[in-house]
DNA sequence: CCTCTTTTGTACGAACAATTC
DNA sequence: AGAATTGTTCGTACAAAAGAG
């Protein structure tokens, strides 16, 4: 080509030709690693570009990672890297750590796709929602962990916008594939759930002579097996944590209350005895110590030490028991007329303005394939949202209560916190009202009048 | 200089002779905003340049912002923008936007310094240090809130590492100035403050006829006072939140308990001695209604609504007493034989490897200016760590508690969990014990047991 | 240590393409 | 339509550094 002057027009012919052909000959083996590729001058005789455009062809390569420039010396040939990394953020409610057995499936994912590092964090919680919002705008966060408490406060037009659709996965359990919807788009995916069941310390049981709790259970019965319980062995017969979002609301939901039901007498009167019988579980007790629980886990403490012999709890919350020598069993919790109890879902959510929604869809994708959904049910007790993954017939390799399948019997008596008419936040609300009425300060009358005021000032909800 | 060929080795001295050139004349005014430059070849003329190079030179001035490129049309002067916006990050604990009015304060910092914006965002808190560090590692986090519990956990060697050394403040009180030193370098600096201390209701006072609480009183005053207000107003007559890690070790602290210290059988007895006594306070009310809170800031709740007579508070929780309409005072808390209270300080720290090292320290330094803690002192019931700040006197806007100075008497008093030879951890293992303890199901004698077993797995600290 | 060769890296001036006005 | 200007490439020249002997 020497002598002879090319034409300007076939420039980027030329320049993409040299490109291609060094690519392809690197990545075919052609040129080995750690060989030198030829001059820049003889690349230019041999293509027929300038070296200045030679140079720049090189240093198109030299991004894409095939070759390295070595100043003043020419250009090695590198090891092939399989594919660009990416780094996504995975946002996580405090315990999910221990109730997914979160390490252990990242390290799956990252062994299945190695260009995709997942780092998890800590969310802040308590409030939830304009903080994660607040990460999502600042892009550091790709993935989070979000129960239907918090999806409903993304449940508006605007809020909604904030989170990606996703795709359904078929073989989840129904009761579960409508939660995370808002007008038609799927926002969140169930990853796993937990009813509220009630955990009994076996022992306790069999030394007292009682029969093990089952679901014609009531809270008589249960209030009468508790009596002799603590009598025996001296700690709580029966405990929960009453102020706790996910336990005193069963009560209402056992009731049949409906904010802003037509009746409005009747809502009254269900409310009121709720509420009592709250209190009553816990002070009508006759073995009734002072008593300080802060959460829920200060009760999972108690009974883990063997200091209460039954307990309201949920799948989630045995994955503590483990490390604790307690022999304990699960049962549906007792009912009242018609059974119920709540249903806690932990969904994952992506956020829709994720710079990299793809690899965080497929960390989605995995956490709900068949190996992640099945590593959960044989690792933890948690229950997964695959049916084929949590109904798996195998040898455990983990002590698990033997009444583990249990759930599946009681999936009808199923309920919401929205099947009250309330939210999240208005039951924060009426909790701080309950407070007063359960330390004996308010009338249980007085109660329901504040609350229909706190109440008048919200819609309800479905 | 046309027919001459330029010296190769003059060629970055006539470069740069253009650049300076052109910029002085930009910022001079020589060249007005919105004015184009020569062409490149007339510049390349003059500067005696090619037009390559002197499209170099353009493309420089052009990333400093001092004139923008125009594609195929010339290079136009821009308007002079003060500086470059910087954009750093404050993580705070949950409260602090109310206790340090932090939104008037980084409005007054924006304004002071226009070219850097703060974001602030809620930290994770529980746990803190790991999820801080995590949050420092991936630049999310340039300025931190920090107490004294959480900054011991940053105090080794490795972990000290992300905190950056930071010049100390002359004015702020004595007793925080080495708080938060760790080898003799400051890593954070105090900047707000409380001790534990009493509130009360003065209406109730007034009408049960009491004296207020004064320095003398004993934690016995207390308790006949506590059994008079409850019988006359029917709420608690004292409350605190017994499992709180603020508030029980205040009795070891005024038995003068300290871990690992010689006379074992002397620390036992003290130890003891007060976790009964933290129980009694609660039990043997006269009044005594069933109570379940779950932080301290159910019981502040309590007290706002004129259903706790006397609580265990700090001057932050003040602060969420404003909009209540409750007619309260402060005073120190009651004393057993010489006077103490835990002393709370919230500092600020700097992430060592921010990449806004310099902003970051322009925000700590505007919030420990006379400026920044003026505010605080006059917007909020906080303390400022600046003396002349937290002392000024002037007329309130603010509803204040007549007693308010009443902090300075006591500074004597004022002790650290440190002070213990306990860590927070320690803190929170002990906890676990205790509710065991004060639910009545385990003797004082073997909650002991437990705690000094699970203390000799730690060294004391100072 | 110095010298010579090779190769990269950078600048120049000219030519021409592309775009604006 | 055409003048002016930017943007891109080429061939050449030379400086700077690496590596061999």
Redesign the pocket.
Known sequence: MTGK??Q??T??K??DHMIATLRNQIVSGNYAPGEM?P???EL?EQY??????V??GLELLSEEELIM???????RVLHPVPERQIKIKLGCYKNIAKEAKLDALLQAFHAKYPQVEVQSFLLPYDPYHTTVKEFMDNDWLDVMTMNYSDFKLFSTDTESEYLEELDSFPGTYKFLSKLFTYNERLLAVPWIFSPVILAYNQSHFTQSGLTEPNSSWTWEDLKAAAAKLAADHGGFGFYYHMPSSNRWPIMLLQNGFVNGAENAEAEKAKFIASIEECRDLIVNQSYSPLHFSESNADVEELFARGKASMILCTYYSLNKMQSADVDYDIAPIPRRDTPATLLLTTGLAVNARSRHKHAAKLLVDFLLSEEAQLMIRKQTLSIPSLERAAEWKGVDELHRPSRFHMYREIIPTFKLMTDLGLHHRDIIAIRRELMLFWAGMEEAEAVWERVQQLLELRNPVN
Chains 1, 2 share one sequence.
Do not use: E, M, Q
């Open positions: 002057k090319p300007r027009s420039f980027h030329r320049l590729l001059s820049i001058a230019g027929g570009l300038s070296k200045n455009s140079r720049k420039k070595l100043p003043k010396v020419g250009a």
